[in-house]
């Protein structure tokens, strides 16, 4: 076990950067200019310095500053101290800077949305490593092992969290055309008679989709189910199904018109997706670089 360090023996270490710089410039005007400080802030520190030391540091020959010989025998001592300090604290915020920027989201948000986007981000920020941690089920935000979340809520988030919209989504079911022979008007209780598919962390929105159409299905029946959105879609296109679409995540397939949507009836106000992030990260620089950039590539890439 290491002895511990008696901290009333520490000279006051705000002093030390104007002692420091007054020894080598020799001049208590070089010395405030340097540190942005006054010339009484600078004197009052080599005064506090000298009187908890209990010797004298300096000297005027006329015009001209010397240092004392305890100077002389101080000023590599707090100069090594001082480049200790500087050198720790930039190897830690290397380490802090190199770190990858943490992006949790569900595993079908990276796969048919996220993913595609981060070209763009790297050309911007290629100094910043990114790493996706995706989950198969819908969850909260897990500030622990996350810097960022990009969910879906259907609620403000906690008051120690920052919360960023990004997209205001409309519930809509989709599927291959051949399914439904190109209809795109089907009323609910027509979308009934085909095979719906259920992803398990999300029932509630076949259900909230029916009652939003006015159409009372407490217990849709689900012929198929799944436990991720991104495996419901592929079910979709290869025509096993209808499945539900919570936001931009098929634009693609439908522009191809590998999907459509068989039905005009969609549910707003539902909740939206966002970025969600701890208050007290805000001043982190990566945060902020990803943050701004996927509202700025949103705006151009819809």
């Not at 209809?183 to 259920?198: D, G, R, S």
């Not at 919570?246 to 191809?256: E, Q, V």
Request: charged residues 20%.
């Amino acid at each position: 076990m290491e002895k511990a360090i008696n901290h009333r023996q520490l000279p006051p270490l705000k002093t030390l950067s104007g002692f420091e710089a007054t020894a080598r410039l020799l001049s208590f005007r070089k010395a405030a200019q340097e540190l942005n400080l006054s010339h009484p802030a600078i004197s009052h520190q080599i005064l506090a310095l000298e009187t908890n030391l209990g010797v004298k540091l300096f000297n005027r020959k006329g015009r001209q500053m010397v240092l004392t010989a305890e100077g002389e025998r101080f000023y590599p001592i707090a100069r090594r101290a001082l480049e200790e300090l500087i050198n720790g604290s930039e190897v830690l915020r290397r380490s802090a800077s190199i770190k990858p920027l943490r992006i949790q989201t569900y595993i079908s948000v990276s796969i048919r949305w996220l993913s595609h986007r981060l070209s763009r981000f790297r050309a911007a920020h290629p100094d910043i490593e990114l790493q996706l941690i995706s989950s198969i089920e819908e969850q909260d935000f897990d500030e622990t092992n996350a810097d960022i979340g990009l969910i879906f809520s259907r609620a403000s988030p906690d008051t120690h969290l920052a919360w960023e919209p990004l997209i205001q989504p409309a519930l809509r079911p989709v599927c291959h055309p051949s399914l439904v022979g190109n209809q795109t008007n089907l009323l609910p209780e027509e979308i009934l008679q085909y095979p719906l598919i259920t992803v398990t962390s999300e029932r509630w929105q076949w259900q909230d989709w029916f009652e939003a159409a006015g159409f009372c299905a407490s217990q849709p029946n689900s012929a198929l189910s799944t436990d991720s959105t991104a495996i419901a879609l592929e079910m979709a296109m290869d025509g096993e199904g209808i499945a539900l679409l919570n936001g931009p995540f098929a634009n693609k397939d439908l522009l191809a018109g590998r999907l459509i949507h068989p039905s005009e009836h969609c549910v707003r106000n539902l909740g939206e997706w966002g970025l969600t992030y701890r208050k007290d990260s805000q001043p982190h620089q990566n945060i902020r670089a990803f943050v701004d950039w996927i509202l700025k590539d949103i705006a151009k890439h819809p």
